[in-house]
T-cell receptor
């Protein structure tokens, strides 16, 4: 089945630094990838939709200058948390849809997630 | 955009009993409704899904029903077991996926 690889699985960084999270589709091409954030005991909140070769679409309330998304190839999307602060500590998870799903999200595949802790 | 509401937020049942979790969605264009089980710190695991052209789907002890007119769908787990204890999320999708708030299910032995 479709596999989405996400790295790192966890990261600790100092306040004010930047952290990059990578999401790769291993056995399919993903023209679109999605980035979610999940705070403890809460649901997954869609942050942005990443489209290969174009600018990401951000959800309302998500700062595009703080959460930089790059989707330079059909298999790789990156999320960079810039000038991280403790309140950015969260579980970040990406997802992608393999092709041929008939215009639905059937087959939505999640990465393994990244636990970010900002100290 | 799509808004998904999920109830209850917590559910405690006795082993062997049934559990039902309900969700409503706002966008009539949504055409795919998966249910996920999530362990702490891990990715959501798809347990069952249904497309908008189907009213009901069953997989062993798990079933999902969809009422497009009322814009609600439900997860039914029968003969619950302690290992069913987890957080369950419903979602609705046109292309991107929006999640409900989650239900913490506890199955007591």
């Amino acid at each position: 089945g479709a596999v989405v690889s996400q790295h790192p699985s966890w990261v600790i960084c100092k306040s004010g630094t930047s952290v990059k999270i990578e999401c790769r589709s291993l056995d399919f091409q993903a023209t679109t990838m999605f980035w979610y954030r999940q705070f403890p005991k809460q649901s997954l909140m869609l942050m942005a939709t990443s489209n290969e070769g174009s600018k990401a679409t951000y959800e309302q309330g998500v700062e595009k200058d703080k959460f930089l998304i790059n989707h330079a190839s059909l298999t790789l999307s990156t999320l960079t948390v810039t000038s991280a602060h403790p309140e950015d500590s969260s579980f970040y998870i990406c997802s992608a849809i393999p092709g041929g799903t008939g215009g639905t999200a059937y087959g939505y595949t999640f990465g393994s997630g990244t636990r970010l802790t900002v100290v | 955009g799509e808004n998904v509401e999920q109830h209850p937020s917590t559910l405690s049942v006795q082993e062997g009993d049934s559990a039902v979790i309900k969700c409503t969605y706002s966008d009539s264009a949504s055409n795919y409704f998966p249910w996920y089980k999530q362990e702490l710190g891990k990715r959501p695991q798809l347990i069952i899904d249904i497309r908008s052209n189907v009213g009901e789907k069953k997989d062993q002890r798990i079933a999902v029903t969809l009422n497009k007119t009322a814009k609600h769908f439900s997860l039914h787990i029968t003969e619950t077991q302690p290992e069913d204890s987890a957080v369950y999320f419903c979602a609705a999708s046109i292309y991107d996926m929006r999640f409900g708030a989650g239900t913490r299910l506890t199955v007591k032995p």
